[in-house]
């Protein structure tokens, strides 16, 4: 069996499916892996220590997409690439077949077996493999960095000999993953940290970080859609999230939006008015936007100025900590790959519970009832 490691080709990606240091236990069974020259560079893993973990090293893509049977990315492959997959190729990574299903017709029609991340279902035995999870740890985290890199103010409350400087207020939307971790790192510099969510399971979450949570009486809805996941809300659900939003942006200093709802546009929670609300100085980081954003103002992948508040709109945070999210990607798709490869051998049991949900495609047909729905209406558009 060929495991292939290609160097990124996305714009702005930094980071690599494998590390060596994933790569060892797969040696030891046979595996033969072959890497793109470069691949894991910006990873702070070199081609040297790729040839040290047993892998051979490559500069021509081509042989790889021709050759290998399983094929790890962190994101879909090109078009062009998918072209020339090998048929029967296992390729597994953050493949977008809720958002995108459009740019995997190629690769399913090769045929390729696709493995989605994201649909990796979030069961505790999948755990280990939870790369949506390890990346929203990372991006939460960076987040409050690059806000309290632009905030003309300082998070901790300092008390000198020339006066008392308050803590920055910090107000995090959507305490999930990436929420939490955004609240614990603005609780570890020093601010005060306000957080609102839909479920109320997030309630004793934030206040076990220190913050506070807010709550909002939203008419006993269900607001839990499965998996911990948030449900849809009504519209008139999310004009209450609207309103106390607006009351608290007003003396926040930071926001930090993470509101989703999978394989849906991210709510528009945050008005116009409540960015103009903010004082000048403020900012909005906006970790909705690969989904459109939680904010009606953002322009995804843009930074903007309006009235003086910084709005960020990052698609990509994890590529700008490339190491530590290459590394725990890495272990996640080791994990993943746990279940499929066995004894240097393809052995793919589809009857499993985490290989069933993460499967997209196989034997050229969409596997996931939600994909074949959306590629039933690409192929009709
Ligand atoms: P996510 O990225 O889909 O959403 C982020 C947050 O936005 C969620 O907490 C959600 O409730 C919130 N949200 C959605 N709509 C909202 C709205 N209108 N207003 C305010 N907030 C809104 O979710 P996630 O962070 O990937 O995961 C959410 C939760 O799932 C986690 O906190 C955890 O409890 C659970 N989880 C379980 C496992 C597991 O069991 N293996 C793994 C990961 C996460």
Request: one cysteine or more; glycine letters at 10%.
């Given at each position: 069996?060929l495991l292939g490691i290609?160097?990124?080709?996305?714009?702005?990606?930094?980071?690599?499916?494998?590390?060596?240091?994933s790569?060892?236990s797969l040696?030891a069974?046979?595996?033969n892996v072959?890497v793109?020259?470069g691949a894991?560079?910006?990873?702070g893993?070199s081609?040297?220590?790729y040839t040290?973990?047993?892998?051979r090293?490559?500069s021509?893509?081509?042989?790889i997409?021709?050759?290998?049977?399983?094929?790890?990315?962190?994101?879909?492959?090109?078009?062009?690439?998918q072209?020339l997959l090998?048929p029967?190729?296992?390729?597994i990574?953050?493949l977008?077949?809720l958002?995108?299903?459009g740019?995997?017709?190629?690769a399913?029609?090769?045929?390729?077996?696709l493995?989605?991340?994201?649909?990796v279902?979030?069961?505790?035995?999948?755990?280990?493999m939870?790369?949506?999870?390890?990346?929203?740890?990372?991006?939460?985290?960076k987040?409050?960095?690059?806000?309290a890199?632009r905030?003309?103010?300082?998070?901790?409350?300092?008390?000198?000999a020339?006066?008392?400087?308050?803590p920055?207020?910090v107000?995090?939307i959507?305490?999930?993953?990436a929420?939490?971790?955004a609240?614990?790192t603005?609780?570890?510099l020093?601010?005060?940290v306000?957080?609102y969510?839909?479920?109320?399971a997030?309630?004793?979450?934030?206040?076990?970080?220190?913050?506070?949570?807010?709550?909002?009486d939203?008419?006993g809805?269900?607001?839990e859609g499965g998996g911990?996941?948030?449900?849809?809300l009504?519209?008139e659900a999310l004009?209450?999230g609207?309103?106390?939003i607006t009351?608290t942006?007003?003396h926040s200093?930071?926001?930090?939006?993470?509101a989703?709802?999978?394989?849906?546009p991210?709510p528009r929670l945050?008005?116009?008015?409540a960015?103009?609300?903010?004082?000048?100085?403020?900012?909005l980081?906006?970790?909705?936007?690969?989904?459109g954003?939680?904010?009606e103002?953002t322009?995804?992948?843009?930074?903007?100025?309006?009235?003086g508040?910084?709005?960020l709109?990052?698609?990509?945070?994890p590529?700008?900590?490339?190491?530590?999210?290459?590394?725990?990607?890495?272990?996640?798709?080791?994990?993943f790959?746990?279940?499929i490869v066995?004894?240097?051998e393809?052995t793919?049991?589809l009857?499993?519970?985490?290989?069933?949900?993460?499967?997209v495609?196989?034997?050229?047909?969409?596997?996931?009832p939600r994909?074949?729905k959306?590629l039933?209406?690409?192929?009709?558009?």
């Amino acid at each position: 069996m060929l495991l292939g490691i290609l160097k990124e080709s996305a714009p702005g990606e930094t980071r690599v499916a494998l590390l060596p240091g994933s790569l060892k236990s797969l040696v030891a069974q046979g595996t033969n892996v072959l890497v793109e020259s470069g691949a894991g560079e910006a990873s702070g893993a070199s081609d040297q220590a790729y040839t040290e973990a047993g892998a051979r090293i490559t500069s021509d893509r081509t042989s790889i997409l021709t050759q290998a049977d399983v094929i790890p990315v962190v994101n879909a492959p090109a078009s062009a690439d998918q072209a020339l997959l090998k048929p029967g190729v296992v390729v597994i990574g953050f493949l977008r077949p809720l958002d995108a299903p459009g740019a995997l017709l190629s690769a399913i029609g090769r045929p390729a077996t696709l493995f989605s991340m994201e649909l990796v279902p979030r069961i505790t035995r999948a755990q280990s493999m939870d790369a949506l999870s390890s990346m929203a740890t990372v991006s939460g985290y960076k987040a409050v960095i690059s806000a309290a890199d632009r905030l003309p103010r300082l998070f901790p409350m300092l008390m000198t000999a020339a006066g008392t400087i308050p803590p920055a207020r910090v107000f995090v939307i959507g305490a999930g993953v990436a929420g939490l971790q955004a609240i614990a790192t603005a609780r570890r510099l020093g601010a005060v940290v306000e957080a609102y969510d839909v479920r109320a399971a997030a309630g004793e979450q934030v206040r076990s970080l220190g913050a506070k949570f807010l709550d909002v009486d939203l008419g006993g809805i269900n607001t839990e859609g499965g998996g911990g996941y948030a449900a849809e809300l009504t519209e008139e659900a999310l004009e209450r999230g609207r309103d106390l939003i607006t009351n608290t942006a007003a003396h926040s200093d930071v926001i930090i939006t993470t509101a989703q709802v999978p394989g849906r546009p991210a709510p528009r929670l945050i008005r116009r008015g409540a960015v103009e609300a903010m004082r000048p100085g403020s900012v909005l980081v906006d970790l909705a936007a690969p989904a459109g954003g939680n904010c009606e103002l953002t322009k995804p992948g843009e930074t903007q100025q309006i009235n003086g508040v910084t709005l960020l709109a990052p698609l990509n945070l994890p590529a700008e900590a490339p190491v530590d999210a290459s590394n725990l990607y890495s272990r996640n798709v080791l994990n993943f790959l746990g279940l499929i490869v066995k004894k240097g051998e393809l052995t793919m049991d589809l009857a499993d519970e985490v290989l069933a949900g993460a499967c997209v495609a196989h034997q050229g047909k969409p596997v996931n009832p939600r994909v074949a729905k959306l590629l039933e209406a690409v192929s009709t558009t």
